[in-house]
């Protein structure tokens, strides 16, 4: 799963939901999903060094309020790639979170995986996702 595919998935149900019940939940649509850190092994992805204090940050804002389920089980395809035969613990999940920017009116969802992907395999997510995280 990409994000791409996860962010259409998403906003494809938000346009739905506003459509089907209208009023209270046109509200809900107004917030566009912007997936991140579903990583994909036939896609680049940005590496490198998260500022200090980021994943600790990340870590409790994942920890904190309601946990979702997933739209499936993932594995880390580079770890399985690289041929590693047992997977870590945090190399597969079917987590995922959801964090809100109020201000510029965006969902974040991202897999309990981007812990496993900044540690082990130098994610750099995107910049104002960091932004948003710190300042939480
Ligand atoms: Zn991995």
Redesign the pocket.
Known sequence: MINKEVEDEHNKMKDEMAKDYGGHLIKEAEYRVKAIGYLCIREKYDVGEVPEGFVEKLKQVYHSGVMMGSLGFHE?E??LNQG?KELSKD?LSSEEKTVRDEKNKIDYMFPKMIF??IK??QYYPPKEFIRLIMEL
């Open positions: 880390c580079f770890c590693v190399a496993h992907y082990i395999h």
